[in-house]
């Protein structure tokens, strides 16, 4: 075949905050009816802190209607066709986008601001209106349902499993412990366990982060400059943990660290932490739960969801990761990411490359992941998916 099959591993999806009303549980009706203004207005002040105001007016002029692809079928598989992207995972939407769910479960999804109860309320409003979405089209959209895994872990099992019966494909949990149990806690075994058994992968986003002070000067170039450490974080909690040795099948993907040169870093650092130098040794075991290097754990359990790639992106670091590890991303519709200029941005990125390993980085490596209809996607790709030979160049 001329074309390549593609899957985004980043698209985010969500409905204006009003029409979660129709999804939540009635008992939470009056505190959504109460905290609706607010947290409108509190969506365009948060709107104000992360795009300036001319970008913002001059990015909707651009994209017109496809802004409501968010939530709208139509519009989103004419911006799927037009962008050559067979399927999509699809994560909560942020607070910036005014259309994430309800109650502190967007994807930031932070453990702090909001009671316990009144997140996993949002949450399940969400997961029922995902499971809706994606049920009209179930070849194209690979959601993910939205668990707060960090409160009840009886919870979070009972919701997994109704995601899964409800035709969702994977979970996306906090990035953000604030003092809760992390991810190598024993409290998550039968959370992993779960998961491993029915096939569906975690996600980690970038998006939480701790809370900032926006009237001090730096904060949104702290922002920048971290966020990938506590999208991450979890990373290196699972691996030094065990929960890899322990659960050898579960699978596990961070998605849009803004920037895939980190991760090579951190699997050396990982790797050097966990061979007990002279300059760690004196602080204890660091190794008893693992029986491969940390980076053997990345190359069979982890993968990278690359979106919103900077300008300073390079192949190099797609090689050093391993490129059966990458899983390339719209992020569509945030700014930031490829569309509404897709093709150009993907053969930036990729072109050039050897044809084997375009393919396995657009969606070879998901089709692993994900439990989707491989012939009705491959089937798809002959219709709309981006032609090889605009890939013939030299990549960055």
Not at 77 to 103: K, S, Y
Not at 147 to 175: C, H, M, T
């Amino acid at each position: 075949m001329d074309r390549y099959l593609v899957i985004s591993s980043d698209g985010h999806v969500g409905l204006p905050p009003e029409r979660y009303r129709d999804y939540l549980e009635s008992k939470y009706h009056a505190e959504f009816d109460q905290r609706l203004a607010i947290e409108i207005k509190n969506r365009e002040e948060h709107e104000k802190l992360f795009l300036l105001d001319d970008f913002n007016t001059k990015w909707r002029a651009r994209v017109g209607d496809g802004l409501e692809g968010a939530w709208d079928p139509v519009i989103r598989n004419r911006v799927l066709d037009q962008d050559g992207v067979a399927a999509e995972v699809l994560f909560p939407d942020g607070i910036t986008e005014r259309n994430a769910p309800p109650f502190g479960a967007d994807v930031g999804l932070r453990p702090f601001g909001i009671a316990p109860e009144l997140q996993w309320a949002g949450a399940r409003a969400h997961n029922r209106w995902l499971a809706e979405f994606c049920s009209q089209d179930p070849v194209r959209r690979i959601g993910l349902a939205v668990i707060p895994a960090l409160y009840d872990v009886d919870e979070n099992l009972k919701e997994i499993r109704w995601a899964r019966e409800a035709g969702l494909k994977g979970v996306f949990l906090p990035a953000i412990m604030d003092g809760y149990a992390m991810y190598n806690h024993r409290k998550y075994y039968p959370m992993w366990d779960l998961l491993q058994e029915l096939n569906m992968p975690v996600h980690f986003h970038s998006g939480g982060a701790p809370a900032y002070d926006t009237s001090q000067p730096g904060w949104i170039g702290t922002y920048l400059s971290e966020y990938a450490f506590w999208l991450t974080r979890p990373m290196w909690t699972m691996i030094f943990g065990g929960v890899f040795e322990l659960y050898p099948r579960l699978k596990v993907a961070f998605t849009e660290a803004g920037g895939e040169f980190w991760f090579p870093w951190v699997l050396e650092l990982m790797d050097i932490r966990a061979s007990v130098k002279h300059t760690s040794g004196k602080l204890g075991d660091y190794n008893s739960n693992l029986t491969m290097k940390p980076s053997e754990y990345f190359a069979r359990n982890i993968w990278v969801g690359c979106s919103a790639l900077p300008d300073e992106e390079t192949t190099e670091s797609y090689y050093k990761i391993g490129v059966d590890r990458i899983m390339w991303g719209t992020d569509y519709p945030h700014p930031e990411g490829t569309w509404p200029a897709t093709l150009d941005k993907m053969t930036i990125s990729l072109g050039g490359l050897p044809d084997v390993d375009i393919q396995k980085m657009l969606a070879g490596n998901a089709l692993q992941v994900y439990d989707v209809d491989k012939d009705a996607l491959w089937k798809l790709a002959a219709e709309i998916g981006p032609r090889k030979a605009q890939f013939d160049k030299r990549a960055a």
